[in-house]
């Protein structure tokens, strides 16, 4: 006989998959509802409700009932067991004290740092006194300046005051920070053309070469004439007026050009007239003075009676610098001469002038942009090969030491050490330097002379000593003090491209004292004109009625 087979009863689901009702054998059966996120409990739980661990309440609880009823603690199995025999099992000999001796050893390692903690605080308390003692009498001696953990800090930064008072009137019609002039490139940039050659140069004591802190030398004072006029004042630049249409002085120019790195304030006066732009300095400006440590962190702040003020210490710079200029060139009969005469040497009895050789070159920058400037030379030196080689001689100034962060002292390092003194005349100088490496290589000088120059007595201005010489090639140079020249020729473009948009008439450019920004002012016709001009264009108009009248 074949095997019986009943079929089990299915509940037919209409509206969905599964059971309908509950089977007959599992009604009136108590059921916990749980999810199925929810791990499954123990079978049993041999421990009872005496027992309850505490760390693990609340774990894996079901989200649809609470209780503890199917609850199940899961750590590590072996940490929920535990077991009937609760007696206390005996500790062995080696660990029955080490509480005691723990304790003890606590108790003396505290007792130990309170003791070291109050001869510490003796020993500050005696170094506390004795710095503020030091801090009372240097303040005593150097009046306002501040003492602070046997280091030299200065008072708050004083507000710059700008180069020019700004009137009123004067209205801003564009400003150019710095951060978008250092993105400025302009790479079109033509070989310049000679125009004309003015001047005459003595050659250049190759002696200098050999004077060290060991064979220094006296700095000299030399009676020499320097001409520093203007662009509009210059008659070789009226007479080539009709051969460009934009005119300036080296200087002026260089100074344009690297204004992304000044930080005191300066101002250029522009003149749009017949479409033609002129760049001139004002007669009372402080243009040509050389500023000193202008971009050092901490610039001089002294008091304007100070020797060390930042206006004396520029006047010094100056004036050593014009001295040494002359004095390391061979004063003698000798000289190079350009096929023109000094432009500005009216009369031989006026007095002697400066050795100088002026340039008047010519760029064509582009989109009709024909740029004039009178470029200069300090002196000439015969190469290894004999050939001639023009040269532009600066110098580098110490006054004190001390009073400059992180400077070392020129008498002691300067033969050992000259690239570090170097370095921090750099930090300390960009925008000089720069200016100097700019004028250097618009006038095409073959090698670029620096004299260190440093006073005899750090608390006199008025004597000094050449303590050693050094030069460089203009162009390497520049690639040394980061100076981007295609970046210097963007700045100046786009200068000069605002100034051709301005209708014609009289404008200011400034620097801000206190801002990295340039701002350009419109300003009336007759702003900067002195009284000497106005008499003069009256009794110009009186002589010309007076001539009428006969």
Known sequence: MSAHFIPPTIQDNAYGWGPCEIPEQFKDMPYQPFSKGDRLGKVSDWTGTTYQDKRYLGKYNSQFGSGTQYAYYHDEDETTFQLVDTAKIPKPLYQRNRFRVNQRNIRRDRERREQRANAGMQTLTKAQKERQRQMRRLQKQFGNKKWTDNRFQRGPVKNREASVEVKPTWKVVEEMDFPRLSK???MDVKDPEDLIRAGSMEYYDKNYDRVSTKLEKKLKRVNRIFHKVTTTDDPVIRKLASKG?????????ATLMCCNRSVYSWDVVVQHVGGKLFFDKRDESEFDLLTVNETATEPPQEEEKHINAPRNLALEATFVNHNFSQQ???MNNEKYSFEDPNPFQQDESDGEIASVGYRYRKWDLGDGIELIVRCEHDGVIVGSNGETQFLNIKTLNEWDSKQVPGAVEWRQK????????????LKNNSFKLAKWTTVALLANSDQLKFGYVSRVNPKDSSKHV??????????????????????????LRCIIDICRKLEEGKY???KDPNKPVVRVYSIPDNTFESDEDDDNDEEDDNDDNEEDDD
């Open 184 to 186: 400025l490139k302009f």
């Open 245 to 253: 249409n934009v005119f300036a002085t080296d200087i002026i120019l």
């Open 328 to 330: 390391c060139l061979k």
């Open 414 to 425: 300067l033969d050992s050490q000259r690239g570090a003194i170097l370095a921090t005349e």
């Open 466 to 491: 050449i303590l050693g010489t050094q030069q460089f090639k203009p162009s390497e140079f520049a690639s040394q003090i980061n100076l981007n020249m295609e970046n210097a020729w963007g700045i």
């Open 508 to 510: 200011l450019i400034m």
